[in-house]
């Protein structure tokens, strides 16, 4: 910030990372990122020996990698691994080293969120902390065995993606005043919960049925709302509830920014929809 030679400084930096992490999109991936590189005197770029999972997610995560440009790289990924792959049967699982519970399997997690792989997300999250549940005391895990420490905070921070993906509450922004509402039911019946912001709370509460969805925001006053519809209601006609006046929208429009006070919407799947 004012700093021009600093940001200089960066930009080559992340020049040189997106260079060394370059991957060929091939069907069949012969090689992953490497894990670590050496650079020397002359600026000459040597990759590390190894390869692990966990790498991967992480240069998903700060955008080195990126879909649109290594689409294959991507699926394989999201499919082959993970801790409930769908497809189960492959080989690339056997060549480079697992991500971990807490650090790889979190950063993979939110490689999915940025993917908008909401689903497959969605699965994977119930499927491991459900097994936590079943399998032991009811803590959160450290690690994949209950043979080590099952009493840990680490993974508390599933509260945060269950309320910004699904409940569709993300962190207000204190400054400009604001506030991210994108739910994602990913066939849960509802979702509620609420943050705060300012000096109130942001409170959100929705209910997804067979043919309607309504959605109940509650926020302080002068904050604003950039709402996202969930794509299961996508083309569906909408009704909004705010100040006392009740507002079609289109039904085709999925963004709803700065909406000023307290709402409620309702979703009524429709026959052309």
Not at 33 to 52: C, E, H, L, N, W
Request: net charge negative.
């Amino acid at each position: 910030m004012g700093q021009p030679e600093w940001t200089a400084k960066a930009d080559a930096i992340w020049s040189v990372i997106e260079k060394v992490c370059a991957v060929p999109d091939a069907f069949e991936m012969a090689n992953l990122v490497p894990d670590a590189f050496a650079m020397d005197g002359q600026g000459r770029i040597t990759p590390g020996k190894y390869s692990s999972e966990a790498a991967q997610y992480l240069y998903m995560w700060l955008g080195i990698t990126r879909r649109e440009a290594l689409p294959n790289y991507f699926r394989q990924m999201f499919d082959h691994f993970g801790a409930r792959p769908s497809v189960p049967l492959n080989t690339n699982r056997r060549f480079y080293i697992s991500a971990d519970l807490p650090v790889g399997t979190a950063m993979r997690f939110e490689a999915l969120y940025a993917s908008g792989e909401y689903r497959k997300l969605y699965d994977e999250i119930t499927y491991i902390f459900t097994y936590m549940l079943e399998h032991g005391p009811g803590t959160l895990w450290e690690g994949w065995a209950r043979e080590s420490n099952i009493n840990h905070g680490y993974l508390s921070h599933v509260a945060v993606w269950l309320s910004r993906i699904f409940l569709g509450l993300d962190i207000p922004d204190a400054v400009d005043r604001t506030v991210r509402i994108a739910p994602h039911p990913c066939g849960l019946k509802w979702a509620k919960g609420c943050t705060v912001a300012g000096s109130g709370l942001v409170s959100v509460y929705w209910v997804m049925g067979d043919d309607r969805f309504s959605l109940e925001v509650s926020v302080p006053q002068g904050y604003r709302v950039n709402l996202t519809l969930p794509d299961e209601v996508y083309g569906w006609d909408n009704t909004l509830e705010i100040g006392g006046q009740t507002l079609a929208i289109p039904p085709r429009q999925k963004e709803y920014p700065g909406i000023g006070q307290s709402f409620r919407l309702s979703c009524v799947k429709s026959p052309r929809s």
